[in-house]
């Protein structure tokens, strides 16, 4: 009885929250995230973070001419905005597809391996994203230059929750993809979202 009351309660306070017109994601934990996403590149203000924006293609690896990329930003549970780059497939052969979230190595940014990781699964017909972590990159958070496995856990599962609420992403298809040092990030996540359903912690080698 008192469970099918708090399930009322829990849906219609989801349902106010959706009808105030910010997007939410529901984590495994039960807990509700608002998450503000900005396809909007005009403005470089976001969460009271001055976020420079590069709007041309500054990446270390050739455009493909099978995607397309564009600039979009998502909030992780510590307030702290984070700066990805997407890719969808051209030739999109379904309306919901699986999606992948990139990251990584330690101290790389999207426009490096991440991106080129994430560019290459949304021409095998995945939608990505390659994301800049917490104070690296063109992503929020104060002093940059940080490592926080905490944080960078956590900007992984913000990653999700940015995946899971769009219409063309498939939330029973998600996985993570975390590049050398990151592949232990994506461990962590993994362990305690189990939205993910598929995780590749990828080794680097010299």
Known sequence: MTNNILKKYSIALIMCLCTAGALYATRPDGAIVEKTVNNNLNSNRTMNENLNLTQKWDK?????????????????????TLVADLYIPKEQVAEKMPAIAVSGPFGAVKEQSSGLYAQTMAERGFLTIAFDPSY????????????????????????VDYLSIRDDVDPERIGIIGICGWGGMAINAAAIDTRIKQRLPQRCTI
């Open 136 to 159: 690296t990159g063109e992503s929020g958070g104060e002093p940059c230059y940080v490592a926080s496995p905490d944080i960078n856990t956590e900007d992984f599962c913000a990653a």
């Open 60 to 80: 270390v690896f050739p455009k493909s001419d099978k995607v397309n990329q564009s600039k979009v930003t998502f909030r992780n549970r510590y307030g702290i």
